[in-house]
């Protein structure tokens, strides 16, 4: 990495990453991209989900009422003709009186009839592991969400970058070929020229019209390539895909800090890696939290009584803890903490892995932007070179001391080495937001 900052410190004239256009559009596809506002509802959504998972620790109140109708089934019998009658009779006789009648036995219905019960019921958890390890687990979701929001984010910037150099490419490319086309039409008419004075044949006209017609035909196409990336673009900032693009100048190479950064830390696929780690740390921990007894207490107050009546003897209020321990179920949790650990060391194996792609995507990156800086380079002597070659044959040619075949030969090479400096110049700008993109340099804050 210190030879290719000394090699950028050689050009006396550089330009920093940032521009300002594509600062702005970076900012609009951050705003505007359909996939970044999904992500967005998915955090929302793992907010509602951590509130949830936090209520759980207030009391919980609720209204229960039954009514029931009953007829037939067991029956309660009580004889209280039996036992009260004799003494009735002999009262009766002492009195000389009827004033005591004789009972009949009661049969009464255990279901009861015309009954109701109403009441609120309110429940507080007061010891149980399970909700806390959940609201944990909530916590750690959302946080994981938000890191998902900025990988996606950190992946939108290269490739509004990636397509905006792409864009201007093309332009490029197209002002390339349009500089070429007259080129060729000035050799046409020189061509036109000569063979009306009887200096070249007919020949050397035809081909001079042929080279109009394929430099037509080249720049009709990288129009349409031009299109392509403008709408593509476009399509990233979730816009007009035929909105105007505003290009900034671009003419030479970029130079910026995070180039020389090796440093893969900071990327967001270890971050979530982490993350998921410490989510199953608190998912083990929760499996194993069935040794762990589960205390509740509630409160009833409520009414019930026969024929819907209400007064101060079908009021009541019933309260009390109940507690839950779970003593042996099947070595179930004993299996169910076992898959957790598994999974964790499933995590810790990935994150060793996935470092080491990124340690390699970050190597890949910084030598393919050797690579586009040695091109660039090569391609900048090339332009010089093949436009000196071209005015020199032009010159002779016109002199008659040159074959047209020549001059086609130095202006082919004069365009080729143009659209190789324009291909490279914007390779290496490609290149280096992939090193952005693969050491996590841009600042998304």
Known sequence: ???????????????????????????????????????????????????????????????????????????????????????????????????????????????????????????????????????????????????????????????????????????????????????????????????????????????????????????????????????????????????????????????DLFLTDTVVAGREELEKLKEAVAINQNITALAKSYKRPKLNSFVDLGSQAFDFKVNNKSVYYFAGLSLEWNIFSGNKNKYKIRQAETDGQVLQSQTSYVEQQLKLQLTISTNSFRAALAEYNAARSQVASSQKYYNDMFRLYKEGQALFIELLDAQNQLVTAKLQLNISLFDTWIKAADIERANAGYNLK
Do not use: W
């Open 1 to 255: 990495m210190k030879k290719i900052l000394i090699v950028l410190l050689l050009f006396p004239v550089v330009e920093t990453y940032a521009q300002t256009s594509l600062d702005t559009y970076i900012k609009t596809a951050l705003t505007n991209n359909e996939t970044v506002k999904q992500q967005q509802f998915l955090l929302t959504k793992s907010l509602h989900a951590l509130k949830e998972a936090k209520s759980l620790f207030l009391p919980s109140v609720g209204f229960n009422g039954t009514y029931t109708l009953a007829g037939g089934g067991r029956t309660v019998d009580i004889p209280v003709g039996d036992l009260m009658n004799p003494v009735y009779k002999t009262l009766n006789q002492l009195t000389g009186t009827n004033n005591f009648p004789q009972i009949q036995n009661q049969s009464v219905l255990l279901n009861p009839n015309n009954f109701y019960d109403a009441k609120i019921r309110t429940t507080y958890p007061i010891l149980n592991a399970e909700i806390e390890y959940n609201r944990k687990i909530k916590t750690q979701q959302y946080g994981l969400q938000q890191i998902e929001i900025n990988l996606y984010k950190r992946e939108l910037v290269k490739e509004v970058k990636t397509a905006y150099y792409k864009y201007l490419q093309a332009c490029e490319a197209v002002a390339v070929y349009r500089t070429a086309l007259v080129l060729v039409n000035e050799n046409l008419r020189v061509n036109t020229s000569l063979f009306n004075n009887q200096k070249v044949n007919r020949t050397a006209v035809i081909r001079s019209d042929n080279e109009v017609s394929k430099y037509n035909a080249l720049l009709e196409s990288s129009i349409q390539t031009q299109n392509n990336a403008k709408a593509y673009f476009n399509f990233l900032l979730n816009t007009g895909l035929n909105t105007a693009i505003v290009k900034d100048s671009i003419t030479t190479i970029p130079v």
